[in-house]
C-alpha cells in the first residue's frame, strides 16, 4: 500500500476537473426558490461494462433549471448549497427523481441502477442513514438498486465522524463509491476503514492516459487496489476509442464518459442507450 500512496499523486491540469464553469455560482436565495419551485432535477449517464457494452448504472447528475428554462450545471450550485445548508434538500429531490425514472425506465424494459452524488454533509445527522433508506423505500426501489457516489477528497477530510451512517447505509443494502479517485488526499487507511464497493477514477487520470504512461501506472495502481479490496471500477470521462481500449485491456469493469453517452433528461435515456454501441476491436 505505501508503494501506492507514492505512485497516487495530483494531476494538474488545464482539462482537469469537470465541465467548465459557464457563470458565477448563484446566491442562496435563488438556489432556495429553484429547491421550493422543484426546478432542481438530475440529468443521467450512462455506466457500460468494457467487456460487453451492457448498461449496469446511470448516474443522476443535478441539473437547476433557471427562471427561463436555462440549464444550470452543478458547479454553479453545489458547493453554496453545502454552505448554506440547502444539500440536504437538493440530494432529496435527485434521489427521489432518480429513483422514479428509475421506476418507469424498467416499464420500458431498461434495467439499470442508479447512482447518485452524496456530500459528507448529507452525512452529518445521526439518522441519515434512515432517512435515505426511507426515501429509496417510499418510492418502491432496493436500495441494492443505489449507489452513493461519495469524493474522495471529502471523505478523507471527514470520515471519522460519518463512518457509522456510511456502514449502515451499506448494511442496508446501498453501494457505496469512491468518486473523482486519484485526485484527492488518499489516505490508504482511511479507504480501508469504509465498505466502499467501488471506484471511480477520476476523469484527469483517464484523459489522454494512452499516451500518458505515469497516468496509466496509476490507473494500473489502483486497478490492483480495487482487485485487492473487491471493488469495481468506473472509469470516468472516457471519451476515444484509445481511451476505451486501454481501460479495457487492463480490466477496468465499466466505463463513464462521453464515448457512452453525455448526461441527457431521464425522458431520452432510453433512446441515448439504443444508439450506443460499444468500439470494435
Ligand atoms: P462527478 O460526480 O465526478 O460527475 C462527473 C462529471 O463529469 C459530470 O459533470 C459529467 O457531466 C462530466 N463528464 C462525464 N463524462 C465526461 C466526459 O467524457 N468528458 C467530460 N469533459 N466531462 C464528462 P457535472 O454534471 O457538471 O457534475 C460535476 C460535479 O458536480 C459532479 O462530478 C459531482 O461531484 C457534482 N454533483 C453533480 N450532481 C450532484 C448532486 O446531486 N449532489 C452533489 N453533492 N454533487 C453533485
Ligand atoms: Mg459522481
Ligand atoms: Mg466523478
Ligand atoms: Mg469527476
Keep these: 500500500a505505501s508503494k501506492l500512496a507514492h505512485l497516487i499523486e495530483r494531476f ?5 476537473g469537470d465541465e467548465p464553469v459557464e457563470g458565477e455560482e448563484l446566491d442562496a436565495a435563488a438556489i432556495r426558490a429553484a429547491i ?8 443521467f449517464q450512462p455506466q457500460v461494462t468494457f467487456t460487453n ?3 449496469i448504472s446511470v448516474e443522476a447528475l443535478a441539473r437547476l433549471r433557471g427562471e427561463d428554462g436555462e440549464i444550470v450545471c452543478p458547479n454553479r450550485f453545489i458547493g453554496v448549497a453545502e454552505r448554506e445548508g440547502l444539500i440536504d434538500a437538493i440530494t432529496e429531490a435527485v434521489l427521489v427523481q432518480a429513483c422514479e425514472w428509475k421506476r418507469r425506465w424498467v416499464r ?10 452524496m456530500s459528507m454533509r448529507n452525512l452529518g445527522r445521526v439518522d441519515a442513514a434512515d432517512r435515505y433508506l426511507g426515501i429509496v423505500r ?16 471529502s471523505v478523507m477530510e471527514e470520515a471519522a465522524s460519518s463512518l457509522h451512517v456510511l456502514a449502515r447505509l451499506r448494511l442496508k443494502g446501498f453501494g457505496l463509491s469512491i468518486d ?6 488518499s489516505s490508504l487507511s482511511q479507504l480501508s476503514q469504509i465498505p466502499f464497493t467501488e471506484l471511480k477514477v477520476d476523469r484527469s487520470l483517464v484523459s489522454g492516459s494512452p499516451r500518458h504512461p505515469r497516468k496509466r501506472a496509476v490507473i494500473e495502481a489502483s486497478l490492483d487496489l480495487a482487485r485487492k479490496l473487491n471493488l469495481g471500477v468506473v472509469a470516468e470521462g472516457v471519451e476515444t476509442v484509445d481511451e476505451w481500449q486501454m481501460l479495457a485491456e487492463l480490466g477496468c469493469t465499466y466505463a463513464q464518459g462521453y464515448l457512452i453517452g453525455k448526461p441527457t433528461a431521464g425522458a431520452e435515456l432510453p433512446d441515448a442507450i439504443a444508439r450506443w454501441r460499444r468500439p470494435e476491436r
Excluded: M, W
Aim: with cysteine; charged share 30%.
Design 108 to 117: 420500458e424494459g431498461l434495467h439499470s441502477k442508479v447512482a447518485v452524488n
Design 180 to 185: 473523482d479517485f486519484g485526485t484527492g488526499y
Design 138 to 153: 417510499d418510492c418502491g426501489v432496493d436500495p441494492r438498486e443505489v449507489v452513493l457516489e461519495l469524493t474522495e477528497s
Design 36 to 43: 421550493a419551485e422543484r426546478r432542481i432535477e438530475p440529468f
Design 12 to 16: 494538474e491540469q488545464p482539462e482537469a
Design 53 to 55: 457494452g451492457q448498461l
